[in-house]
């Protein structure tokens, strides 16, 4: 587990500044010393963030180009905490276990000529 946290400086629905930081309420109040009293900080280690991305009721986006130069937002997905990984990666190796298993049984069943 790590002591810190990267957590951006949200102003006027847009990512100005990305800090790492040990404590909320000092990424906070940078923040605010910053920007100003509406500015505030969010949080963002699992999240694959940039400076210019926006935050909207407590979402992610980034504004891309889409068909013709017209701008389009796509928001950002949370990315896995390491315990969320692990719990994953465990489930895939026991959904592939029990497939190798059944394999192994059909191969032994025809091999025996019990098909």
Known sequence: MWCNQIFS?????????????????IANYLARCTYGD?????????????IGDLYEEGRFY???LGEEGTPQKQE???NLSESE?????MAE?????EF???QDYRLAIMELGLS
């Open 76 to 78: 950002i997905q949370r």
């Open 38 to 50: 509406s500015a505030v900080a969010v949080d963002t280690t699992l999240y694959p963030v940039t």
């Open 62 to 64: 980034r504004v891309l």
């Open 9 to 25: 400086q949200i102003f006027e629905g847009k990512i100005q500044n990305i800090i790492v930081c040990d404590n909320y309420e």
């Open 100 to 102: 190798m298993v059944e």
């Open 93 to 97: 190796s026991e959904t592939v276990t």
């Open 85 to 89: 990984q692990v719990k994953q990666l």
